[in-house]
C-alpha cells in the first residue's frame, strides 16, 4: 500500500508554544488528508478534514484557530497546534486519501506532549 | 461524528484460542474496516469488507457483516501472542469520506 509519514513521531514542548506536524503522502497524490487525534486508551476522534488548495473542514467541537491546518500540495499537510496545553497533549494521527476508491492510509502518528 | 460500539473493550485469552470481536454502527455505510494498533503506535489495516458482502477472510481473519444489523465481528484463529492490540471497526459512511471509528477492543493473548 501507499506509504504515509509524519514528522515528528514524537515532540515535547512547553505551555503557550506553537507546535507543527508534518503529514507526508510520499508515493501518491492525497487529494484529501484527514487528521485525527487519540487520547490514552481512546479511540480515534476525526479533528478536521483538509483538501489541497482549500480550507480545512473541522469537525464540531475542534477550534480551527487553535489547530490550523495547511494542505498545501497534494503531498503535505500540516497541523499546527497553536498556544499548546497540556489538555492537548494526545497522539495525533494523519490519514491521506486518493481518488477513487478513496482508501486511506495512515501515518505512523506524532505523540504530543506539553509541559 | 458519533463512534459506534465495539464489545467486548477488553478481551483476555490463550494463545492458540480463538478471539472475537463485535462492532456496531448507526448509519448507512459504503464499507467497514477493521486496524490493528499496537501500544502507542500508529494503525495497521487488517481488512475491508464492503456493504454489499457478508463475509471475508484473510490468513487467520474472518470478518462478517450484517447491515440490517448495523454490526460486524472480526475472528482472530488460532491466536498468537503477537496478536496483542487494540483493535478499531471503522466505518465509511454513506456521504463522507473520512472513517469514523468505534471505541476499540484491547486483545491480550497470553503465551
Known amino acids: 500500500g501507499a506509504v504515509v509519514s509524519q514528522h515528528p513521531s514524537w515532540v515535547i514542548c512547553k505551555s503557550g508554544t506553537s507546535v507543527k506536524i508534518e503529514c507526508r503522502s510520499l508515493d501518491f497524490q492525497a487529494t484529501t488528508m484527514f487528521w485525527y487525534r487519540q487520547f490514552p486508551k481512546q479511540s480515534l476522534m476525526l479533528m478536521a478534514t483538509?483538501?489541497?488548495?482549500?480550507?480545512?473542514?473541522?469537525e464540531q467541537g475542534v477550534e480551527k484557530d487553535k489547530f490550523l491546518i495547511n494542505h498545501a500540495s497534494l503531498t503535505l499537510s500540516t497541523l499546527t497546534v497553536t498556544s499548546a496545553h497540556p489538555e492537548d497533549s494526545s497522539f495525533y494521527i494523519c490519514?491521506?486519501?486518493?481518488?477513487?476508491?478513496?482508501?486511506?492510509?495512515f501515518g505512523p502518528g506524532t505523540r504530543l506532549t506539553v509541559t | 461524528s458519533q463512534q459506534g460500539e465495539e464489545d467486548p473493550q477488553a478481551l483476555s485469552i490463550q494463545e492458540g484460542e480463538n478471539a472475537t470481536m463485535n462492532c456496531s454502527y448507526k448509519t448507512s455505510i459504503n464499507n467497514l474496516q477493521w486496524y490493528r494498533q499496537n501500544s502507542g503506535r500508529g494503525l495497521v489495516h487488517l481488512i475491508l469488507i464492503r456493504s454489499n458482502e457478508r463475509e471475508k477472510h484473510s490468513g487467520r481473519l474472518r470478518v462478517t457483516l450484517d447491515t440490517s444489523k448495523k454490526s460486524s465481528s472480526l475472528l482472530i484463529t488460532a491466536s498468537r501472542a503477537a496478536d496483542t492490540a487494540s483493535y478499531f471497526c471503522?466505518?465509511?459512511?454513506?456521504?463522507?469520506?473520512?472513517?469514523?471509528f468505534g471505541s476499540g477492543t484491547r486483545l491480550q493473548v497470553q503465551p
Open positions: 471503522a466505518t465509511l459512511d454513506t456521504g463522507r469520506r473520512a472513517l469514523t
Open positions: 490519514s491521506a486519501q486518493g481518488d477513487y476508491p478513496y482508501e486511506q492510509y
Open positions: 483538509s483538501n489541497e488548495g482549500s480550507k480545512a473542514t473541522y
